[in-house]
């Protein structure tokens, strides 16, 4: 193995190695501690102690699992995205699915289409209002059938604008929609269960390697047009393509997480000065990078939780992990820009 | 830059025709502003019940107290915001450029969001020094990390970014304070409003832009100047960085009041100079800056007059309509262009 | 040797979306030769290397590749028989030479496929001839102007196509540079007898470089043949309008046109 190679491997070790180590503290966290090597054995062991078991397969595993999940989804969305725009502050946010499924979720919760909301359709709602956003940039933004990066990002930010403007909307008509909406704008984690793993895991589970088996394809668009083209690419499909496999993430993430920003922008960003421009190298990294940035960022936000340091704050489910990203990212973010628009 | 279609080529008859339309047209919102709300008043009793004497005591008051403030507010709002974005872009040399994009807006509400929701003791009048605070601080992280942009979308980009990264951090604010009411204030600060201002807010706002409009208008030369290129302008005696950084302070202070009082009200500040210039024909700021004003005015007062109407007898906050009214033109000028708004 | 002409564009119309640059051009290429396109601007050079390559569409006529119609091939079937160095050709930022040159196995390779044995060797002996092996794990931006001309060739010559186009290689480079790409090209031909096609702004370069001249003007041929032939007073005044002078090289005795301007008539 040549020395980049050899430098890869040894951080995406490190890199997992690190997640395994939140995965395990994320499970211990919580009401009750629970020390590493119990939860091990909770994990493994059948004759460990009950209520370990209980508390970590039924309460913790199913978040800890999500924010995994969630985190692989939005570092290989933000990736792709960063690839079809060809810009590095590009993020999951700008397909306009993010937009779209808070405004079907809203929608739901205040109950204008007539129907009683239950909690486990609201995931199908907001990835209807996900591809419904998604479709809506695309097609305001194509023109003779071409996607030209210039154009998509300017009617995605347009496009976005009107739909969170539609949501605030709707959300006037109904005091319920307005509370319980907003762990939905931020991104959180609180309170998920089974039901929404088993939701995440098709879509990480066949997005996630579609996206890293078309590494090639990705650098390949990251040339100008006539190189890529006159490499034998299919330079509109191939955008296409890994435009809506970004949103199909994207709105996977959003259906069971809410809208969490940051790790859409930052994962790929810090997964190319670590290892590199190449995607066969870059874009494992970001969905590696992508765990780790939720796990600890999930973890974060449930010790805050235990003991809340905001006098003001009422009893609360926990802090939503959206709020930590966008306080404690925030700095790291301006830097993250700064580098990379050199 | 931008194009220059000159749309009113047979000169002065043709300004007056302009001026004398958009007049009336302002005129005539100005009369539904006044008639419109609870309780409705016929357009035809308005004088007796503004000049005279006539009228309900409920009606005078809705006129005299509520409406009268709201028209000047949505009309200085208007002028502020559109001039603001005028000046940037003229300054900036890019069309991309506004208050939200520069962060002017988002650091202005995540500072009142900071003061308002954390009880920080800050006496009302000073409310816009401390939206200036943050406007201005927000700006100036957005110019310095998007020096070195390649581009004038790149520039953009950053400013999304951060925005996002600032609009992020209202709601994590929002989040933390977490009271019911919180979430009513969350249209305070990521929307604007201009429901329930009164005199008091007119005459925060006034001594702001009474200053800052006629400096403007007096500077609108030295902005010209500073169109060309840095060395050009240079050699022409401009000192160019304290030049621009001067018309940044005064566009970041146009707008400070008015964020303090009604929120950032989104997209008047992109859109409004891309309309004067289309009106006006060149891109010479001793045209665009008066235009700006006034088209700004009237895309605000349009807005309200919509934002009372839509879901009457409800309101909707005018930030709201005003991207509802912006979207459209905005998308069109979007497809019109052949490469993006550059 | 083989009949079919490598490129043979045959009554060919194209253009952009409001311009037609070429109307009825004919132009055949000759196998392992070097052809120098030039002419003033907006004379349509781009657009026939861009015709060429399929890159634009041909409204009317045919774009012929070794005698079979472009229209029939993928355009992985394209790539692999030319390849194309654009006018303005750009990659993502950070990307090391070798990730660059690992780009051009794409036709070969497809979305899935491994870079594989043969891969890898077209990789390295791309680098090779292009002098760059040992800067393949350099950051492309890192690298002056002519090395990173010739990454973009290395790319181009790991696709493995016999033709080779560049569309104006060496407008923005200094003299030095310049000609290193040159030489490149030339012992590109010389040792693996391949065709290529070079648009050109510095009439020298052409006369000294190329087999042949192609002069086009207004979206039209207006001369074709040896540089001697065709690089003439009289050309240089009509086509570009500006005066030029014999000149004849004391050491190889060969006679060479060029401009010269108005202080040295």
């Given at each position: 193995m040549n020395e980049p190679a050899r430098h890869f491997a040894a951080v995406m070790l490190a890199a997992g190695a690190g997640a395994l180590v939140l995965f395990v503290l994320h499970l211990g966290l919580g009401t009750v501690w629970i020390p590493p090597e119990r939860v091990f054995l909770a994990l493994v062991d059948r004759a460990a102690d009950p209520t370990d078991r209980t508390i970590v397969w039924g309460l913790r595993l199913p978040r800890a699992l999500l924010a995994l999940l969630v985190g692989m989804m939005l570092g290989l969305s933000g990736a792709l995205m960063q690839s079809v725009m060809r810009n590095r502050l590009a993020e999951p946010g700008l397909t306009g699915v993010s937009a779209g499924g808070v405004l079907m979720a809203v929608v739901f919760l205040a109950g204008l289409w007539g129907l009683p909301a239950p909690r486990p359709f609201l995931p199908v709602a907001v990835l209807g209002g996900a591809i419904a956003g998604c479709a809506l940039v695309l097609l305001a933004s194509q023109r003779l059938g071409r996607i030209d990066p210039l154009r998509l990002l300017l009617t995605a930010v347009i496009v976005n604008a009107l739909l969170v403007s539609l949501t605030s909307l709707v959300m006037l008509r109904s005091e319920y929609a307005l509370g319980s909406i907003l762990p939905w704008l931020i991104g959180s984690l609180n309170g998920r269960v089974w039901g929404d793993a088993w939701?995440?895991?098709?879509?990480?589970?066949?997005?996630?390697?579609?996206?890293?088996?078309?590494?090639?394809?990705?650098?390949?668009?990251?040339?100008?047009?006539?190189?890529?083209?006159?490499?034998?690419?299919?330079?509109?499909g191939a955008r296409l393509a890994a435009f809506a496999l970004a949103a199909g993430l994207a709105a996977g993430a959003l259906s069971v997480a809410g809208s969490v920003g940051f790790i859409g922008l930052a994962a790929p960003n810090v997964a190319r000065v670590v290892a590199g421009a190449d995607a066969r190298r870059a874009l494992p990294l970001a969905v590696m990078l992508g765990c780790l940035l939720l796990l600890a960022a999930d973890l974060v936000a449930q010790s805050v939780s235990i003991k809340p340091p905001i006098p003001s704050s009422t009893q609360r489910a926990g802090l939503p992990v959206g709020a930590v990203l966008a306080l404690f990212g925030a700095p790291l973010l301006v830097v993250l820009i700064r580098r990379s628009v050199r | 830059m931008r194009e220059t279609t000159a749309a009113v080529p047979g000169g002065s008859s043709r300004w007056a025709a302009a001026a004398g339309g958009l007049a009336a047209v302002i005129a005539v919102l100005a009369v539904a502003e006044l008639s419109i709300g609870q309780p409705m008043i016929a357009p035809e009793r308005l004088p007796g019940v503004l000049f005279g004497e006539s009228g309900e005591p409920l009606e005078r008051l809705a006129i005299h107290e509520l409406r009268l403030p709201r028209l000047i507010l949505a009309v200085l709002?208007?002028?502020?915001?559109?001039?603001?974005?005028?000046?940037?872009?003229?300054?900036?040399?890019?069309?991309?450029?506004?208050?939200?994009?520069?962060?002017?807006?988002?650091?202005?509400?995540?500072?009142?969001?900071?003061?308002?929701?954390?009880?920080?003791?800050?006496?009302?009048?000073?409310?816009?020094?401390?939206?200036?605070?943050?406007?201005?601080?927000?700006?100036?992280?957005?110019?310095?990390?998007?020096?070195?942009?390649?581009?004038?979308?790149?520039?953009?980009?950053?400013?999304?970014?951060?925005?996002?990264?600032?609009?992020?951090?209202?709601?994590?604010?929002?989040?933390?304070?977490?009271?019911?009411?919180?979430?009513?204030?969350?249209?305070?600060?990521?929307?604007?409003?201009?429901?329930?201002?009164?005199?008091?807010?007119?005459?925060?706002?006034?001594?702001?832009?009474?200053?800052?409009?006629?400096?403007?208008?007096?500077?609108?030369?030295?902005?010209?100047?500073?169109?060309?290129?840095?060395?050009?302008?240079?050699?022409?005696?401009?000192?160019?960085?304290?030049?621009?950084?001067?018309?940044?302070?005064?566009?970041?202070?146009?707008?400070?009041?008015?964020?303090?009082?009604?929120?950032?009200?989104?997209?008047?500040?992109?859109?409004?100079?891309?309309?004067?210039?289309?009106?006006?024909?060149?891109?010479?700021?001793?045209?665009?800056?008066?235009?700006?004003?006034?088209?700004?005015?009237?895309?605000?007062?349009?807005?309200?007059?919509?934002?009372?109407?839509?879901?009457?007898?409800?309101?909707v906050p005018v930030g709201l309509c005003t991207t509802l009214v912006a979207a459209p033109p905005m998308l069109w000028l979007l497809r019109r262009s052949s490469a993006g708004l550059v | 040797m083989s009949e079919r002409a490598p490129v043979r564009l045959a009554g060919v119309a194209s253009g952009y979306r409001r311009r037609l640059v070429l109307d009825g051009l004919d132009l055949a290429l000759r196998r392992g030769t070097i052809t120098a396109i030039v002419g003033p601007n907006g004379s349509g050079k781009s657009t026939v290397i861009r015709a060429m390559a399929r890159l634009l569409p041909a409204r009317r006529g045919v774009v012929l590749l070794d005698g079979r119609d472009v229209r029939e091939l993928t355009s992985r079937d394209i790539a692999r028989r030319v390849s194309v160095l654009p006018q303005a050709p750009s990659g993502p930022a950070g990307i090391t030479v070798r990730e660059l040159v690992e780009m051009g196995r794409f036709p070969h390779t497809g979305f899935f496929g491994r870079l594989g044995v043969s891969g890898h060797r077209a990789v390295q002996e791309a680098l090779e001839l292009t002098g760059l092996a040992d800067l393949a794990a350099r950051p492309l931006d890192e690298l002056s102007g002519g090395e990173r001309q010739r990454a973009w060739i290395a790319l181009a010559l790991a696709q493995g196509a016999q033709t080779l186009l560049l569309d104006e290689p060496t407008t923005f480079l200094d003299v030095r540079h310049q000609f290193e790409v040159l030489d490149l090209l030339l012992s590109l031909r010389r040792d693996r007898g391949m065709t290529i096609v070079v648009v050109l702004h510095h009439l020298v370069h052409a006369a000294n470089y190329a087999d042949r001249v192609v002069v086009m003007e207004g979206g039209r041929v207006v001369a074709d043949g040896a540089p001697s032939d065709v690089l003439t007073v009289d050309l240089f005044t009509r086509v570009f309008g500006v005066a030029a002078r014999l000149f004849i090289d004391p050491e190889s005795g060969r006679s060479l046109c060029l401009p010269v301007g108005r202080s040295m008539t």
């Open positions: 939701i995440a895991l098709p879509w990480a589970g066949l997005g996630v390697p579609m996206g890293l088996l078309a590494a090639r394809a990705i650098n390949l668009l990251q040339l100008d047009d006539d190189s890529s083209r006159a490499l034998g690419l299919p330079l509109h | 709002g208007g002028a502020g915001f559109g001039l603001s974005g005028a000046i940037l872009q003229v300054v900036l040399r890019n069309p991309l450029a506004s208050p939200e994009l520069l962060g002017v807006s988002g650091g202005a509400s995540l500072a009142m969001a900071v003061v308002l929701l954390l009880n920080v003791p800050v006496v009302f009048s000073l409310h816009p020094v401390v939206a200036l605070a943050g406007g201005l601080g927000a700006s100036v992280v957005v110019l310095l990390t998007s020096r070195g942009a390649r581009s004038p979308v790149e520039a953009a980009l950053t400013g999304v970014a951060v925005a996002a990264l600032l609009n992020g951090m209202i709601v994590a604010v929002i989040s933390l304070a977490a009271s019911s009411g919180a979430v009513q204030v969350l249209f305070l600060f990521t929307v604007g409003n201009l429901s329930n201002r009164s005199w008091n807010h007119v005459e925060l706002v006034c001594p702001w832009l009474a200053a800052g409009i006629p400096t403007a208008l007096v500077l609108a030369q030295a902005a010209n100047v500073l169109q060309l290129h840095d060395d050009l302008s240079s050699s022409l005696g401009a000192r160019t960085l304290q030049l621009r950084a001067l018309f940044v302070v005064l566009a970041a202070s146009l707008v400070a009041a008015l964020v303090a009082v009604a929120g950032p009200i989104a997209w008047v500040g992109l859109l409004t100079p891309h309309l004067a210039g289309l009106l006006v024909g060149k891109p010479d700021a001793r045209l665009l800056f008066p235009a700006s004003m006034v088209i700004g005015a009237l895309l605000v007062l349009a807005s309200d007059v919509l934002a009372k109407v839509v879901i009457y007898p409800w309101e | -």
